[in-house]
């Protein structure tokens, strides 16, 4: 697996704003996904250190580990049937459309997600980074189902607040980060406004469509496919002529250095090579 640092970008924003298309991944005939690295967005992405927006119709990557880190599922309210996720805690749920699983690993623990047969899953997978003296606490997790997720009104748009606050509003608070998560539809000539801390990252996807999102005095199209970070927004709005569909991230920056392999993020080298050794040795628990 390669490592990568971001020792250089730790507490350092070189633009006001960074853009990136993503890596296209093709994994057998069921798996699709573009993958966004925290690398491709000068510091700006932070606590993100990664977001995959994938597409699966068969399991794919069996039983793995992951440690340092949140993995975050965010499933698309246009998947059709129950996406299983087991982990090393015990829990053993079918997610539905709309739905959420938070999968605190820390100090490391083992995960399996799949579609049940016949299941076309439209997702996330968000890899948040820890703070440093969050890396080794126990693993946790949760799961949000759609219904109990708060919907805020726009002109002609509707935001689900899969988490945080926005507008006056709170949805569910997430572990350890106050991080904000907006999952926007937005119909033809229609708008949404998010106002949030300027002192928070915002990290956006183009889900589908086209939008122009705007913050401060600053303007960006957003295509499908297309991601967008920035800091020091005040209010954050998107506009749709032939109707878009987008995701908001917005929370505040860990400005820590990490290094990441693969499905871990760990402080130094010496920490990721200790996770991977628990691993081998069994340590981080099981499923089966």
Request: aromatic share 8%; glycine share 10%; hydrophobic share 40%.
């Amino acid at each position: 697996m390669n490592t990568q640092e971001i020792d250089k970008f730790a507490g350092v924003t070189c633009d006001d704003h960074a853009r990136s298309d993503g890596r296209t991944i093709r994994i057998g005939d069921g798996f699709e996904a573009k993958s966004y690295q925290h690398a491709d967005f000068q510091g700006l992405m932070d606590p993100l250190i990664m977001v995959d927006h994938f597409r699966m119709t068969m399991p794919t990557f069996g039983t793995h580990a992951h440690a340092g880190l949140s993995a975050v599922t965010v499933v698309f309210e246009d998947s059709t049937g129950a996406f299983h996720n087991r982990d090393s805690l015990g829990n053993d749920v079918d997610l539905a459309p709309g739905d959420l699983y938070w999968f605190k690993a820390a100090q490391g623990a083992i995960h399996n997600e799949a579609p049940r047969p016949g299941a076309r899953t439209h997702a996330l997978q968000v890899f948040v980074n820890l703070a440093e003296e969050n890396r080794h606490d126990a693993p946790s997790a949760f799961h949000l189902a759609a219904k109990d997720i708060p919907k805020l009104p726009g002109d002609r748009a509707t935001a689900r607040l899969v988490l945080g606050e926005s507008n006056g509003v709170a949805g569910a608070a997430a572990p350890d980060i106050p991080l904000t998560l907006l999952d926007i539809e937005i119909q033809a000539g229609g708008r949404f406004t998010h106002q949030g801390d300027s002192r928070h990252h915002a990290w956006i996807l183009g889900v589908k469509g086209t939008s122009t999102v705007s913050w401060n005095e600053s303007t960006a199209e957003l295509t499908t496919g297309k991601a967008i970070a920035f800091a020091g927004a005040i209010d954050i709005s998107f506009f749709s002529a032939q109707g878009a569909h987008v995701v908001l991230f917005r929370g505040p920056p860990l400005r820590q250095a990490f290094v990441q392999r693969g499905p871990f993020a760990m402080g130094n080298a010496a920490e990721l090579d200790a996770v991977e050794a628990d691993y081998r040795a069994g340590r981080l628990g099981s499923i089966d």
